[in-house]
C-alpha cells in the first residue's frame, strides 16, 4: 500500500526539487541582470536590458568617490608626504636633458649666429646655470601644487570618467568584494527553494487550483531574493545567541573585504599615473599650465641673470618674451616623460593602498555596508522583482508540465 501511493503520487516530490531549481536559477539571473550586459541590448529606450549596475555607471562611481573622500582618504593629507625635493631628484636625469634641450632651442631659433660665435666656456656656463636653477623652480613647481592640490586635481573627475568609460572595471570591483556575498544569494536560492517547495507540496496534495503554483513561484523567486540580500547586510550589530553570534555577512568580512577594495581602488583607479595625468592634462590642468609658465619664466630670469651674453641678447622686450615661451613650450613637450619619473616614489609617498584598507576596516558597521549596498539600494526592487517574475514564469512552466 506504502509503495503504491509513492508510485501514484511520486510527481509531487518533484515540488519541492523544481522549487529549489528555480530559486536557484531565478537568483542566478537575477545577479546576472544587475551586472551585464555592460551596454544596452534591444530596442531602445524601454524594450530591453541593460544591467543595473552599468545603466547607472556615472552614479555608481559618484557614490564610490564620496564614499572614499567621506570616509577614507582626504588627499590633501596623502600629497602632504610627497616630499618636493625627493621628486625632483627623481626627475633629475630628465631635468637636466630638458634644461639643455631648451637652451639649444631657444639659442638656434632666436639667435642662431650669436650662439655659434659664443666660446664654448660661455655655452658650458649658461648650460650649467639652467641644469642648476630649473630644478630649483620644478621642486617649488611642485610645493605649490602639494599645498594647493584640491585646485589642481579633480579627483572626482578623474574616478568617475574611468569607471564609466570602463564598466567592466566598475562591476569588478563589486563583484570581487562582494564575491562570497554572491555565491551566497545564489545558494540560498537553492536552500529557500527547497523549504518553500516542501510546503507547496503539502498544500498542492490537498488544495489545487491552476493559479496556486504560478503565485507560489512568484513568492518563491520574490521572498529567496528578499531573504538572502536582508541577510548579507543585517543585522549590522552582531546578536548574540549564547555562543552563536549572528551578523550580516558581508559585515562579517569587513577585514577581507577592505583589504580587496584598497587594491582594486589604488592599483587600478587611484594609480600615480592616472593621479598625475590628471593633474598635469586633465580638467583642472589650466591653472596647472599657468603655474607652470610662471615658474618656468622665472628659470628663463634666473638664468639671463646668470650671463652677461644673454642679457645683450634678449635686450629687446619683444624677443624676451618669446624666448619665454619657447621655454615653456619645450618644458612642456616634455613634460609627459617628466613625470613618468616620479611614478614610482608617488606611489611609496601617497601609500593608498594601505590607508584606504586601514580606514576601511575601522569603520563602524553602518559606513562599511555602503561599499556595497548602493548597487542594491535603489535599485533593490528590480532585482526581487526580476527573481518574482522568473518564478512565476517557471511555476506555470511547472503546471503545464507536471499536471
Known sequence: MGMDFLIENWVYGLIPLISALVGWTTNILALRMTFYPLEFRGIPPYLGWQGI???????????AVDMITKNLVQIEDQFANIDSHRVVEEMAPELERVSNRIIEEVMHTQAQTLWLKLPNA??????????????????????????NISEFFDLRGMVVSTLVSDKELLNNIFLKCGAKEFKFIERSGAYFGLLFGLIQMLVWYFFQPWWFLPLA??????????????????????WRIGNIHIQGLFIKRQKEVSAEYATIIAGQILTSPRIFDNIFFGS?????????KKHITKTVDMAAGSSKELIQLITGTKKYKIIKNIAYSSFMEDL????????????????????????????????????????????????????????????????????
Do not use: C
Request: no cysteine.
Open 284 to 292: 583642472k590642468s589650466g591653472a596647472v599650465s599657468k603655474l607652470i
Open 53 to 63: 549596475i552599468p545603466s547607472k555607471a556615472g552614479v555608481m562611481a559618484g557614490k
Open 122 to 147: 660661455v655655452k658650458q656656463q649658461l648650460f650649467e646655470s639652467v641644469k642648476e636653477d630649473l630644478p630649483i623652480t620644478v621642486e617649488e613647481l611642485m610645493k605649490e601644487i602639494n599645498l
Open 336 to 403: 609627459r616623460i617628466i613625470i613618468s619619473r616620479i611614478f614610482n616614489y608617488a606611489e611609496e609617498a601617497l601609500d593608498l593602498e594601505n590607508t584606504l584598507r586601514e580606514k576601511m576596516q575601522a569603520l563602524p558597521p553602518w559606513e562599511f555596508v555602503g561599499f556595497l549596498h548602493p548597487i542594491f539600494e535603489e535599485d533593490e526592487w528590480k532585482l526581487i522583482t526580476v527573481g518574482a517574475i522568473l518564478g512565476g514564469l517557471a511555476g506555470l512552466a511547472q503546471l503545464y508540465l507536471l499536471f
Open 217 to 238: 513561484g512568484v513568492a518563491v523567486g520574490w521572498i529567496t531574493n528578499w531573504l538572502a540580500l536582508k541577510l548579507i547586510f543585517k543585522p549590522q550589530e552582531p
